[in-house]
């Protein structure tokens, strides 16, 4: 079965205190890793996928990574609205259950302050 | 606005009661996921459609069901409610069955609706 663990749970930074946060998974047969973030009361919005070992992306002041093993996102000074929840989920091989649908963590939730 | 909408956005009931959460998927979109959550589980996956049809089933309890109807919105039923089903219930699509290497995997999520059941 498919697993994701994310951590820490919660973070608090100061404006401009870089740091990274981190998606463990077990997979079968990984067909792409997505971060997500949700603000409070709002629905995951798409942040980022990707698909293979080695990949990166980035997008303003945010850059993911992927190894076989986890995942990190790395936040470079950070800013108060970065401020949210940061949610991970890995699409695995599909099966006779779930079919493809996204396997989520918890989350991590992040604050910035001024 | 992300294009998946979702009513009612609030909603207050009374345990054993039922009811109905409603999604519009993104224009273009043929496949909707209805997911759960609450504070101790996270995102709960519960089914999926894709054009009218159930494709896959995650943690759904027998008491919920859903439909996808040919415009392609979809109902998510909820009876005999209990205490623990207060959650926010999210309705999510994509363009595709979402195995596709590209831009057709990815979710899109509404703003949830969020029920209490007292």
């Known amino acids: 079965e498919d697993q994701v663990t994310q951590s820490p749970e919660a973070l608090r930074l100061q404006e401009g205190e870089s740091s990274s946060l981190n998606c463990s998974y077990t997979?079968?047969?990984?067909?792409?890793l997505f971060w997500y973030r949700q603000d409070p009361g709002k629905g995951p919005e798409f942040l980022f996928t990707?698909?293979?070992a080695g990949e990166e992306k980035e997008k303003e002041r945010l850059k993911a990574t992927l190894t076989k093993k986890e995942s990190f996102l790395h936040i470079t000074a950070p800013k108060p609205e970065d401020s949210a929840t940061y949610l991970c989920?890995?699409?695995?091989?599909?099966?006779?259950?779930?079919?493809?649908?996204?396997?989520f963590g918890k989350g991590t939730s992040l604050l910035v302050t001024p | 606005d992300s294009g998946v909408t979702q009513t009612p956005k609030h909603l207050i009931t009374a345990t054993g009661q039922r009811v109905t959460l409603r999604c519009s998927p993104r224009?273009?979109?043929?496949?909707v996921y209805w997911y759960q959550q609450s504070l101790d589980q996270g995102l709960q996956f519960l089914i999926q459609?894709?054009?009218?049809?159930?494709?896959a089933k995650g943690n759904i309890l027998e008491r919920f069901s859903a439909q996808q109807f040919p415009d392609l919105h979809s109902e998510l039923n909820l009876s005999s409610l209990e205490l623990g089903d207060s959650a926010l219930y999210f309705c999510a699509s994509s363009p595709s069955l979402a195995g596709a290497r590209s831009g057709a995997n990815v979710l899109t999520f509404g703003a949830g609706s969020r029920l209490t059941v007292l």
């Open positions: 224009s273009g979109d043929l496949s």
């Open positions: 997979v079968s047969g990984l067909r792409g």
């Open positions: 989920a890995v699409q695995g091989r599909s099966n006779s259950n779930s079919g493809y649908a996204l396997n």
């Open positions: 459609y894709y054009n009218g049809e159930e494709r």
């Open positions: 990707l698909y293979s």
